[in-house]
């Protein structure tokens, strides 16, 4: 089973107040997820939304995802293009690089902005709710 995983994180200052949004696609049915985290960078918003994706594809049962990110950088280390020197991202990536190991076969692909506006939209509403 193949899913398509679009991810975001963001912080309302970087580090500040921080959310996740993740939307989650297999066979034609789709998942959403929203969560305030806390004070986070955006980077590490970026991760632990990564991160609650590919739980979430993992307990459905899914053996291929396409994870669609905004973030080049958080897409850039996974494909090891980059390496990891902030001492809070490292155990996020681990973290990450951990769950990978749980599919047949994972893609992290950068996408512009405008192509992942759900989860971002998701971030924004989880911002905004925690701020209510």
């Known amino acids: 089973m193949k899913a398509i995983l679009h991810t975001d994180g963001g912080a309302r200052g970087n580090p500040g107040p921080a959310g ?7 066979a034609g049915q789709k998942w959403v997820y929203k969560q305030y985290i ?9 991760y632990q ?6 739980e979430k594809a993992r307990a459905a049962g899914v053996g291929e995802v396409d994870c669609c990110l905004d973030s ?3 897409v850039k280390q996974l494909n090891r293009e980059y390496k990891v020197k902030n001492a809070g991202i490292a155990p996020l990536f681990v973290k990450v690089w951990n769950l990978a190991q749980a599919f047949d076969k994972i893609n992290f ?8 506006k759900e989860a971002d939209r998701l971030v ?7 701020s209510c």
């Open 72 to 74: 080049e950088l958080v």
């Open 124 to 130: 924004n509403e989880a911002l905004d709710e925690h």
């Open 49 to 54: 939304a990564l991160i609650l994706g590919l």
């Open 109 to 116: 692909k950068h996408v512009f902005r405008e192509d992942n």
């Open 38 to 46: 806390g004070e986070a960078t955006n980077n590490q918003a970026e």
């Open 20 to 26: 996740i949004g993740v939307v989650l696609e297999i």
